[in-house]
């Protein structure tokens, strides 16, 4: 699962849906949770003091116009699901296909495109199984 989130983040599309395929196959538990941990820890990163709501917003904005096609994304939900990872006393109530949906693309806004190095992305993914496996 963790060669899944790399090859979406380095944009790998042909490695990534083999690794889609074969997760279809074999199924997708613990998915989720390492999803969550790689969400909490980008947001961590972009926002390494905090955010204010307007950054939350402006951050969320800057995310959804980045996307093509696809449904659209509730910049509501999205920017509830950063506050919350900023602030784990905020509670969400956000449908989990939803939620995997906004984590994706914040993980894909954060990491994607070369803006961290492959160590970094490896200390990070690291960092983010060792949480799942806390939770």
Excluded: C
């Excluded at 093509?68 to 509730?74: A, M, Q, S, V, Y």
């Amino acid at each position: 699962m963790v060669a899944y989130i790399r090859t979406m983040v380095n944009g790998e599309h042909a490695e990534n849906d083999r690794i889609e395929a074969r997760l279809d196959a074999q199924g997708w538990e613990g998915f989720g949770v390492l999803l969550g941990a790689v969400f909490y820890m980008a947001v961590n990163r972009r926002f390494s003091r905090g955010a204010s709501q307007d950054e939350i917003i402006r951050f969320v904005s800057e995310m959804r116009s980045t996307m093509t096609g696809g449904p659209e994304t509730d910049a509501g939900s999205a920017e509830k699901l950063v506050a919350a990872a900023l602030d784990p006393s905020i509670d969400t109530d956000i449908d989990p296909k939803l939620a995997g949906r906004i984590q994706g693309l914040a993980i894909l806004h954060v990491l994607g495109g070369e803006q961290v190095s492959d160590d970094e992305l490896n200390a990070l993914l690291t960092e983010a199984v060792d949480l799942a496996n806390r939770l």
